[in-house]
Structure formats: structure tokens, C-alpha cells
Nanobody, 114 residues
Framework: QVQLVESGGGLVQPGGSLRLSCAAS???????MGWYRQAPGKQRDLVAT???????NYADSVKGRFTISRDNAKNTVYLQMNSLKSDDTAVYYC?????????WGQGTQVTVSS
């Protein structure tokens, strides 16, 4: 059973940075990997996605502050988050499309607060 294991969340002050990582426990080809987030009382929203050839897509709210990248050899995706704001506080979920299966990680909490 393929799993997505996330790490890197935590508490950071406004203006600070965090880096999230997500590793897939498979060597199967994964076309698209990405990050979504869900704040309390809100729906889960797209943060960023990246394809195996490096094409990226970002939510408008994070453009210029967040950078998604991936290591295809390790089936690992990263999210570098800079200039964090209180509005970025949420549970961040990793996502990967493995063949026809849409996989989700368990989520990692990111809290931006002074």
C-alpha cells in the first residue's frame, strides 16, 4: 500500500519560513504531486502542484512566497514557504496521483503566530 509521509510543519512567526517534505513509499511513476491546505472551518484548497517534468501551478495567495519542487528519483515533493502570514495557518496535505489512485498524506500543521 502506497503511503505519503509528510514532515516539516510547526510554529513560526509572521515573516518566517518553513519547508515541508512529502515522500511517497513507491517507485512507481507519479505524474503530479502537490500540496493543499485546510484552515479551521474552511474547505481544502490548492496550494501548489508540480508535474514530473517540472511544470508548476500556484494559488494566487502564495505566488512569489512559496516554491514547490520535487525529486523524481525519490518520489519526494517539497514546499518552501517564505514570508509566512497568519492566513497561511492551516493543516497542509500532500497529494499524489499514482496511476488512477489519488493519494493523500495525513497532514501536517503549520501555525503562523507571534
Amino acid at each position: 500500500q502506497v503511503q505519503l509521509v509528510e514532515s516539516g510543519g510547526g510554529l513560526v512567526q509572521p515573516g518566517g519560513s518553513l519547508r515541508l517534505s512529502c515522500a511517497a513509499s513507491t517507485r512507481l511513476y507519479i505524474r503530479t504531486m502537490g500540496w493543499y491546505r485546510q484552515a479551521p472551518g474552511k474547505q481544502r484548497d490548492l496550494v501548489a502542484t508540480i508535474t514530473s517534468v517540472g511544470s508548476t501551478n500556484y494559488a494566487d495567495s502564495v505566488k512569489g512566497r512559496f516554491t514547490i519542487s520535487r525529486d523524481n528519483a525519490k518520489n519526494t515533493v517539497y514546499l518552501q514557504m517564505n514570508s509566512l502570514k497568519s492566513d497561511d495557518t492551516a493543516v497542509y496535505y500532500c497529494n499524489a496521483l499514482v496511476g488512477p489512485v489519488d493519494l493523500w498524506g495525513q497532514g501536517t500543521q503549520v501555525t503562523v503566530s507571534s
